[in-house]
């Protein structure tokens, strides 16, 4: 095991706040390591104002660095303490491959975010998973006014990291269900 999944399982065995870096851009992911599987490393987000909020599963692969977030006499950890906000794992998800994550996390997430950042880092798409194959998922994608606007697909081997349950995609579902937050996204027939 080479020296980054060990830190991973470390991090993954204490739930540790921690600073994920990774070669797309300057951008550094923070939050608690929450999963570690053969080919991914799921994060529980911490968003600005130090809340937990959403998922992020990443190619350990693509990792450079992860360290423990020590910042400001480790006020994230004390904020999120006093909020009572706990670092909480997904459902029962395989994070061992993409062809075993993406089903998982499409049955309980109606949207999701994928993100092929080795094409372009700073591309997302956001969407509805409508189908997966062995090589390829297919994505109806919304925009950022809610509407469905094209299907898209991609292999599933150029997916570096795959966004769940987050403050942005839970905003877009709410507004493509025109204010009914339960349940299922209401897809339009086409």
């Known amino acids: 095991m080479n020296s980054i999944r060990l830190t991973l399982a470390k991090f993954v065995a204490k739930q540790q706040l921690v600073t994920v870096r990774r070669p797309f851009g300057d951008e550094m992911l923070e939050g608690c390591l929450v999963g ?79 993100h092929t950042e080795m094409r372009d880092p700073d591309v997302c798409f956001i969407g509805k998973v409508a189908k997966i194959t062995d090589k390829t998922v297919t994505l109806d994608e919304i925009d950022p006014a809610a509407k469905w606007s094209r299907t898209r697909r991609f292999r599933l081997k150029e997916i570096t990291r795959v966004d769940i349950g987050g403050v942005y995609e839970d905003a877009l579902l709410l507004a493509a269900n025109q204010g009914r937050p339960q349940g299922k996204l209401q897809k339009p027939a086409r």
């Open 36 to 114: 570690l599987g053969n080919e991914f490393v799921l994060l529980h987000n911490m968003e600005c104002g130090f809340r937990l909020h959403g998922h992020i599963a990443v190619r350990t692969s693509d990792i450079r660095d992860c360290r423990a977030l020590i910042k400001n006499d480790r006020i994230a950890e004390r904020v999120l303490k006093l909020r009572g906000d706990q670092p909480i794992p997904l459902l029962p998800i395989s994070l061992d491959s993409i062809q075993e994550l993406l089903p998982a996390v499409h049955v309980a997430y109606p949207l999701v975010t994928i």
